[in-house]
């Protein structure tokens, strides 16, 4: 059986600090998740990341401590596919055209904004970003522009199916983000395609999820796991 290794980024600054680098604490963890693969002995055969700036650096810390432990460490490829969503799209654009429809989400829109800049800020916008989007991964809200749900998930079973339809046994990482976990693990398990958002909201920054496949078969071995954070204070979802 090989091996496809999903890795979310570390945690990123703010869209308000620039959005798509990482923070010091991402930093942080992309190094602990280094040292923890350098002593567990992980080794790879092959490395890939999106595009986005947040996925790369996370892998070059990563192959940082490689170089620096004396281990070989696959040059990252770069393939589009395993970006994100278009999250800001997906707000920007989609909660004014279900504000103006539905009083009740427009409510939760004011919510949000009254709560911003206090300790209730994330939960009144995660109140506010559930609802749009299952509206947007059912099909029920589009914007032009906007990526949607059913062209976000064929690109990501796309990525994937390129790496588990490789007949060589190998050992496959990925630095992505949480919503191409989500859909992956999604797939995997059939579930319906509003999970694939769920399980993205419990993705932890740099966490390990392990998919096992062969030609026949890939299967969920291992989700959301961070060994490598110890310290409680190192934890983001964000």
């Known amino acids: 059986m090989s091996t496809l290794f999903l890795v979310r980024h570390g945690q ?3 869209y308000d600090h620039g959005g798509d680098h990482l923070s010091d604490l991402g930093r942080v963890q992309a190094r602990k998740l280094g040292e923890y693969l350098v002593q567990s002995s992980a080794r790879f055969d092959c490395v890939i990341a999106g595009t986005m700036l947040r996925q790369q650096q ?18 990252t490829q770069v393939d589009a596919r395993w970006n ?22 427009a409510r939760k829109v004011e919510d949000f904004q009254a709560a911003i800049g206090t300790r209730e800020q994330n939960r009144f916008f995660q109140r506010m970003f559930e609802v749009v989007m299952a509206k947007w991964v059912g099909g029920e809200l589009a914007a032009p522009g906007v990526e949607a749900f059913s062209a976000f998930d064929q690109r990501i079973c796309e990525a994937r199916e390129a790496i588990t ?19 992956c693990v999604q797939a995997v398990m059939r579930a ?14 740099t966490s390990i999820t392990e998919l096992l496949y062969s030609r ?23």
């Open 12 to 14: 990123a600054s703010s």
């Open 216 to 238: 026949e078969r890939i299967s969920l071995d291992v989700f959301n796991a961070v060994p490598h954070l110890l310290d409680p204070a190192l934890l983001s979802f964000r």
């Open 58 to 75: 996370t892998a070059s810390i990563v192959g940082e401590v490689f170089a620096q432990a004396g281990l070989p460490f696959p040059s």
């Open 165 to 183: 339809s490789d007949p060589a046994s190998r050992r496959v990482a990925v630095f992505t983000s949480g919503g191409p976990i989500g859909a």
């Open 84 to 105: 994100e969503y278009d999250a800001q799209g997906v707000t920007g654009a989609l909660v004014p055209v279900l504000a103006a429809a539905d009083p009740g989400f």
């Open 192 to 205: 319906p395609s509003l999970v694939a958002m769920e399980i993205n909201w419990r993705v932890r920054n």
